[in-house]
């Protein structure tokens, strides 16, 4: 047998193995959500870091969690703050974040809610060095960039969105999120494992340029960081309906208790949301820029307006417009999450409507 | 104010008070709320909306510029609303009036909001940073402690530290406190920089757009192997010119197609094509020496700023055709394929058939008609190729005779014959034939025709740009502006030190000499993210904490670990003894720019 086939038949079983963990974790995040206890309201937040405070007073006035903010505050023992309504992301100061969970006490065992959450992020894990082997031995079997067909395009949106989330994760205990990623994700990675597959082979010469590989690459992952920052913005919307309806009426227990309550704050969601899109709106407009360089020495001209060029456009204009639209009184909040929803709707739309129905220079259809 | 126009009012002794500067000032009024209007923030973003929006028939409807072809299709089929949709632009969206105005609206409003911000930028630049408030507890971000050295000291220090860190800082002694200090610092002016220098550089880059549209063109022609042309309109089968190009000027080149090879995978897809060229760049000036190049696939050739590519390849079937006369002619024209086995089609036409007075033409012009295989293969009397290298190359054709139709002054497509003519009589198929290399076969009249061979022909294309460098300079320096303008966050810091016992309240007597009391307060005036943790390190700066005792006592009952990531939870009322204030109110900002504020 030719080395090279078995090796893509290594890439083949390894994707099999990226569905199944993306799907088992999704169901993990799912129960997860389900059985999570809903973030406590604001009354339930300050009696409970009283009780937290009560108990745990000792351990911190002598543990190492207060030492650094000793500093600040004149003794260890008056390092004690509020637990402050900031979303900040990027702050992670090493110390345990008192989730639902820990509030009854750090002896307890974690729930069971909390026990599907974590095997989630294990099997997440495990999906996504699957996904990475996929794509490397992909890549090693076809003798090039494994980026030349949609089916490796989806390949590597998958592990770039998933790596994505499994950072924001780590860094905001907002698991929550995982489920929003996540359902795209696996609904992508099975279209491609199944509709999309093609078998490994080398590519038409006007794609072997490295213009090409370079703008295939950064589409790809500046597309995939947006999903996540999509993800969070309609996270941030359901969120944001759920919390007006809630104080609309307070007394619904019902409601309150359903799921969009256990999502992540709306300070935190839009964080989120903007965060990754700053990070993948630069890449994203290098990536056009690359694609223009490569049209230039490829077909000609740098821009003709081909129809997966106009896409590209739209959406970026959709997300110079998110970015303008959080400066702007009056589409803050929800309309810029509508804004940020949109510009990656246009994205999949490129990707998978432009490549398929309509024939251009890009079109991969015939 | 009303102007009432009624004529008859007006008597002509007592005129009227001219109502000339009313209606002056209101029009002035009307134009700076246009203008202000024009250059808002929420206008901006319904432009940018409309942009998109208009640009999507671009990429769902054929556009002339892209598909002549499909682009009449789509008309043939939709005879209700193509035209309609024609006469709208809809089929030359990036050139229609409408798409024009969008851009064009959000271009001027671009500039009117951009100028004034450089104005602003270039005195900010020269600014102070803004005085410390009165009362830092109310910042986003605030917080209090003391340390061991008196106040001069601290502010030295605190000053000194921050213009490290490439603070901005302005220290003065507080006037309200004798002996106290504060200094206000700030950073990331060069946001705003980035941010400008992005949008200065969309506009350099429609300059540059506009700049290829205007001046530059394109134009393509197959050249088979052996032959050569100079650059003018007249040589390109089809040209693209730029709104003021006439074709007059084009620098001319010469080029000649020495040897096309190409390369193909085992399962027959194309992985590679070159063109052996030689070309003359400045043939007009004596001397000019022909020079030798291989083009490519995404390898042009770069001339005078003209630029020649290879787009295409194919082949050219090659007959020899001999007349009952003896007279014989060798034959050749470009065969087309848009098929991934090179399989193409094509007609090679005969309109002057040697020894035929021209009014005979009529009746005895020939016609081979039909498909070239690279690789052929026969099967039922149909040929098809299985691969797109002449490896046995098998040509299956119709034969005609008569009136071609080429002197009607009507032009026709030279890889096929005009069906009209068939369909009106006027040329007849007088056979069907499929020939390999080598075969030959004879007409009823004798004529005979051998298929000898093939050769190789090169699509080229050539581009002028004149706009293109600048479009890669004003794209290279967008993407810095942004990413300058997303990186770096605009930061404000104060802090106030005052002697401790001077009048602190409660620790007023407490404190020895020699120590400080410092408070700080922060605000982030772009983006509150990650602000927290940089202003625990800088409001540090003063130096090391120092314990106090009315404090100490308190705190031992009412503690909770610091947990700046319990963003779930809303603000909580403040815990006894808290010394570390955050606060996150939406709007809190600068007031003097209501719509740049961020309330991240
Ligand atoms: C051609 C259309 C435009 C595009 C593509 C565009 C794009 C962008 C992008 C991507 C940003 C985000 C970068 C950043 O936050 O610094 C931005 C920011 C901004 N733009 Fe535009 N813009 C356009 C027109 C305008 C116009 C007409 C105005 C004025 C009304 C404007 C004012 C601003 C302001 C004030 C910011 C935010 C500055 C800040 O972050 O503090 N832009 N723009």
Redesign the interface.
């Known amino acids: 047998m030719n080395p090279n086939s078995s090796i893509a038949q290594v890439s083949d079983l390894a994707f099999q193995a990226t569905m199944a963990a993306y799907l088992v974790a999704l169901v993990c995040l799912g129960i997860e959500l389900a059985a999570k206890r809903r973030?406590?309201t604001?009354l339930e937040?300050?009696s409970a870091?009283?009780r937290?405070?009560?108990k745990?007073?000792l351990l911190?006035?002598s543990?190492a969690?207060?030492a650094?903010?000793?500093?600040?505050?004149?003794?260890a023992?008056?390092?004690?703050?509020?637990?402050?309504?900031?979303?900040?992301?990027?702050?992670?100061?090493g110390?345990?974040?008192?989730t639902a969970a820990q509030t009854q006490g750090p002896a307890q065992p974690p729930s069971w809610s909390e026990r599907f959450g974590r095997a989630a992020m294990v099997v997440t894990v495990v999906g996504l060095v699957a996904n990475l082997i996929s794509i490397v031995t992909r890549g090693i079997a076809a003798g090039r960039l494994p980026l030349a067909n949609v089916y490796e395009f989806s390949a590597a949106f998958c592990f770039v969105a998933v790596l994505c989330w499994v950072v924001l994760a780590a860094k905001?205990?907002a698991r929550g999120l995982g489920l929003f990623v996540l359902t795209p994700v696996t609904l992508l990675a099975f279209l491609a494992g199944t509709v999309l597959w093609q078998k490994a082979?080398?590519?038409?010469?006007?794609l072997?340029?490295y213009?090409k590989w370079i703008h295939v690459t950064t589409v790809s992952i500046s597309g995939s960081v947006l999903l996540v920052s999509g993800a969070a913005s309609v996270m941030y919307l359901l969120r944001h309906r759920y919390d007006r309806k809630v104080t609309e009426h307070p007394d619904d227990v019902d409601l309150a208790n359903s799921l969009p309550g256990k999502l992540?704050?709306l300070?935190?969601l839009?964080?989120i949301a903007?965060?990754t899109a700053?990070v993948a709106?630069?890449l994203y407009?290098?990536a056009i820029?690359a694609g223009?360089?490569?049209a230039?020495?490829?077909?000609?001209?740098?821009?003709?307006?081909?129809?997966?060029e106009?896409?590209a456009?739209?959406s970026w204009?959709?997300y110079?417009?998110y970015l303008?639209?959080?400066?702007?009184?009056?589409?803050?909040g929800v309309r810029a999450a509508w804004v940020n929803i949109v510009g990656f709707a246009?994205i999949i739309f490129n990707l998978f409507f432009?490549n398929y129905v309509?024939?251009?220079l890009h079109s991969y259809a015939s | 104010m009303t102007i009432t126009d009624a004529p008859g009012r007006t008597t002509g002794a007592t005129p009227r008070p001219p109502a000339k500067p009313g209606k002056v000032r209101a029009t002035l009024q009307f134009l700076r709320n246009v203008w202000r209007g024009l250059t808002s923030?929420?206008t901006?973003?319904i432009l940018?909306?409309l942009?998109?929006l208009a640009?999507?028939p671009?990429?769902?409807l054929p556009?002339w510029?892209?598909g002549r072809e499909?682009t009449q299709a789509y008309l043939d089929e939709h005879t209700t609303w193509g035209p309609l949709l024609n006469k709208l632009g809809f089929f030359d969206?990036?050139a229609s009036p409408w798409y024009s105005a969008i851009y064009l609206l959000l271009f001027i409003s671009l500039i009117g909001c951009v100028l004034p911000r450089s104005v602003d930028f270039a005195r900010q630049l020269r600014a102070k940073p803004v005085r410390t408030p009165r009362n830092l507890a109310r910042m986003p971000l605030s917080?209090e402690?003391?340390v061991d050295t008196d106040p001069e000291a601290t502010a030295d220090r605190v000053e000194q530290q921050l213009r490290q860190r490439h603070w901005r800082v302005l220290r003065s002694a507080e006037p309200a406190t004798a002996g106290g200090y504060t200094v206000s610092a700030e950073k990331g002016y060069l946001r705003e920089f980035g941010n400008l220098v992005f949008h200065f550089s969309l506009i350099g880059l429609l300059g540059a757009?506009a700049t290829g549209a205007l001046f530059g063109y394109?134009g393509s022609r197959l050249i088979g192997t052996g032959e050569s042309y100079c650059s003018s309109v007249a040589s390109y089968d089809t040209f693209r010119a730029g709104i003021t190009v006439d074709g007059t000027d084009l620098t001319p080149f010469c080029v000649q197609l020495d040897k096309l090879t190409a390369q193909f995978?085992p399962?027959g897809?194309?992985?590679?094509?070159q063109a052996d060229v030689q070309y003359q760049a400045n043939p007009q000036q004596p001397g000019d020496a022909w020079q030798r190049t291989t083009i490519e696939?995404?390898?042009?050739l770069r001339l005078n700023g003209q630029?020649l590519?290879l787009?295409g390849h194919g082949y050219a079937p090659e007959l020899k055709v001999t007349w009952p006369n003896g007279q014989t002619r060798d034959v050749t024209s470009n065969f087309i394929s848009n098929d991934a086995s090179l399989l193409s089609t094509g007609a090679v036409k005969i309109p002057d058939p040697p020894g035929v007075p021209a009014d005979q033409n009529s009746t005895k012009q020939l016609a081979i008609a039909g498909l070239f295989a690279p690789t052929a293969v026969v099967q039922g009397g149909i040929m098809t190729s299985v691969f797109p290298q002449a490896t046995a190359p098998g040509l299956a054709v119709k034969i005609y005779r008569g009136d071609l139709g080429v002197n009607s002054g009507v032009p026709q497509s030279v890889y096929a014959i005009d069906q009209g003519q068939v369909d009106a009589g006027k040329l007849k198929e007088i056979k069907e034939v499929n020939l390999m290399v080598g075969q030959r076969t004879t007409l009823d009249d004798g004529t005979t025709i051998e298929f000898t061979g093939y050769r190789n022909w090169a699509a080229l294309?050539t581009?002028y740009?004149p706009g293109?460098f600048w479009?890669?300079v004003f794209?290279?320096l967008?993407?810095g502006g942004?990413?300058i303008s997303?990186i770096i966050k605009r930061r404000r810091v104060w802090f106030r030190i005052t002697p401790i016992g001077a009048d602190n309240g409660p620790d007023a007597g407490a404190g020895g000499a020699g120590r400080s009391l410092v408070s700080v307060g922060g605000l982030a005036r772009t983006?509150?993210?990650?602000?927290?943790?940089e202003f625990?390190t800088v409001?540090?700066l003063a130096g090391?904490?120092?314990?106090?005792p009315a404090?100490?006592a308190?705190?031992?009952?009412?503690?909770?670990?610091?947990?700046?990531?319990?963003?779930?939870?809303?603000?909580?009322?403040?815990?006894p003894?808290?010394?570390?204030?955050?606060?996150?109110r939406a709007g809190l900002g600068d007031p003097a720019q209501?719509?740049?504020?961020?309330?991240?």
Do not use: C
């Open positions: 973030a406590p604001e937040a300050v870091a009283r937290v405070a009560a745990s007073g911190v006035g543990g969690g207060a650094n903010t000793a500093g600040i505050a004149g003794t023992a008056t390092a004690g703050s509020t637990p402050s309504g900031s979303a900040d992301v990027t702050v992670t100061s110390q345990q974040p008192p905001t205990k082979g080398p590519v038409v010469a006007s072997n340029s213009w992540p704050s300070q935190l839009d964080k903007y965060r700053i709106f630069p407009t290098f820029i223009a360089l490569w230039e020495v490829a077909w000609g001209r740098y821009w003709s307006w081909d129809p997966k106009t896409v456009f739209i204009v959709f110079a417009g303008h639209a959080r400066h702007t009184s009056g589409w803050r246009a432009i309509v024939t251009g | 923030m929420r901006a973003l940018l909306f942009l998109a640009s999507l671009g990429a769902l556009q510029d892209n499909k969206v990036f917080t402690y003391r757009v394109s995978s399962e897809m194309a992985t590679g094509f696939v995404n390898e042009p630029r590519y787009m294309q581009s740009d293109q479009a890669l794209a290279v967008l993407l942004l990413m997303l983006d509150q993210a990650g602000y927290g943790a625990d409001a540090r090391p904490a120092v314990p106090d404090t100490e308190a705190a031992s009952t009412a503690t909770s670990p610091e947990h700046s990531q319990q963003a779930e939870s809303a603000a909580a009322p403040a815990v003894g808290t010394e570390r204030r955050r606060r996150q209501p719509e740049r504020e961020s309330d991240e």
